[in-house]
């Protein structure tokens, strides 16, 4: 027996306790992914040993391999919490520019409206386009409008769906006539700079068969100037009290006068269209199901939520709700490939291969949970297990170095 044997165990069984440490110390790390010790025998010129003789000149760690098991998954309710229940990594922009990945999701938002981890990392997504929802195909920082409000939108669509009396007479056939403001509803639609105008829509019934004028106001001769509301056109109904779009107007636009809500230097006027395919004449009181207009005025950030695919949802001040963007996720063909750099952040590296990019949820993805993050995965009764046989195998390697000089000084006393 050498002491070559005997040291070679120490150290082995000194750097298994600097990884159980390790574990141990971030089994209250978001996120962090445990690693164990592997070994390996060290044997010097075993090729054509007769008869299996060489017994070999001890142990060697060969690698540190991490485990990337799915750590438990914990209800925080913070918004800016994300979770990844599956596969994948978050894509982060390191304040150097280069690229790192993790799986601790306890986001936040700065100064700026960068999402960004506690290192300052800015989170990566896809920009998805609020109006079309298409999204990019490169990753890019998310970023939020913190700073200043969101630009508003100018009202490009009324949708309205109404129920008009069919019981309703000819308005002209009544004495005195029925007033255009019996059947009449009103909405605020928003020029380019987010002024509310109101918009009104007054329907008058002909002497054509289950057929309506629409009007935009009413006709007020004494105002200065005097007031004359505008025909729009016609709105038409078959047999069954269904809209009849080729017997009415299309399309149907209301031209709309930013100065009466704001005098000072408006906006020109502009059309809206209106759409009432969804009318109805049946033999009930007139009623207003629905009527909603596109456009809104400018509005402060309020709060941000994560849907499961990845879809970032940010509301605002004035009552809109739209997707912003979507969190990007990365996975690698060998995810034990990828270097710890601290921070509870990887690179890639050649053993790891390069990252692939997708939504979550597609392919090999996992799904994201907002709200809650992911645990640690270290079993700690485990560890702490394996750091007592890790310490009687750091004893058992120096009783065998204490027996071997105990050997020695025996040979070195003989006479």
């Known amino acids: 027996m050498g002491f070559q044997q005997g040291l070679s165990g120490l150290n082995a069984a000194s750097r298994n306790l600097d990884v159980i440490g390790h574990n141990i110390a971030n089994s209250n790390t978001t996120g962090f992914k445990g690693s164990r ?9 075993s090729i054509g040993a007769a008869g299996g003789s060489n017994a070999g000149i001890g142990v060697e760690v060969a690698g540190v391999a991490q485990q990337f098991s799915q750590g438990n998954i914990t209800i925080t309710g913070n918004n800016l919490d994300v979770a990844i229940n599956g596969g994948g990594f978050f894509r982060l922009q390191q304040p150097d520019g280069s ?13 700026t409206g960068d999402l960004v981890t506690n290192g300052g990392a800015k989170v990566m997504g896809f920009r998805v386009d609020s109006t079309t929802g298409a999204g990019t ?29 069919a019981r309703a007479p000819e308005a002209a056939s ?5 007033p255009r403001s019996t059947y009449g509803t009103s909405i605020n ?41 505008n025909n729009l056109g016609t709105i038409a109904f078959d047999a069954n009290g269904k809209y009849d779009a080729a017997a009415s107007t299309s399309p149907l636009t209301v ?28 033999g009930s009181k007139f009623s207003v199901a629905d009527l909603t207009q596109d456009g809104y005025a400018s509005g402060e950030l309020t709060g941000i939520n994560i849907a499961n695919d990845g879809m970032v949802m940010a509301s605002y001040s004035n009552g809109v709700t739209r997707a912003e963007a979507q969190v990007a996720l990365a996975n690698f063909r060998n995810p034990q490939g990828l270097a ?31 709200g809650a993050l992911e645990d640690s995965n270290v079993d700690l009764t485990a560890e702490l297990v394996n750091m007592m046989t890790a310490q009687r195998t750091y004893q058992a390697n120096a009783q065998t170095i204490k027996t071997q000089d105990q050997v020695m000084s025996t040979l070195v006393n003989l006479r």
């Open 174 to 178: 009544t004495v005195p006539p029925t």
């Open 137 to 165: 195909s490169e990753p890019v920082p998310l970023s939020f409008p913190t700073g200043a409000p969101i630009q508003a939108q100018q009202t490009a669509n009324i949708t309205a769906a109404i129920n008009l009396d």
């Open 99 to 111: 690229p790192a990945y993790t799986r601790a999701g306890n986001f936040k938002l700065d100064k």
């Open 189 to 229: 639609v928003y020029d380019s700079q987010g002024v509310a105008v109101p918009v009104s829509l007054y329907f008058v019934k002909t002497g054509t068969a289950n057929t309506w004028e629409v009007w935009d106001g009413l006709d007020d001769p004494t105002a200065t100037p005097p007031v004359t509301a």
């Open 255 to 282: 031209n709309v006068d930013p100065s009466v809500a704001n005098p000072n230097n408006p906006p020109a006027p502009w059309d809206v269209t209106i759409d009432l395919t969804s009318t109805t004449q049946f």
């Open 37 to 45: 010790a592997e070994f390996a025998d060290i044997v010097a010129s």
């Open 340 to 370: 710890p750099i601290g921070g509870n952040n990887w690179v890639e590296t050649n053993d790891s291969g390069t990252p692939v990019m997708g939504k979550p949820g597609a392919g090999n993805m996992g799904l994201l949970r907002a």
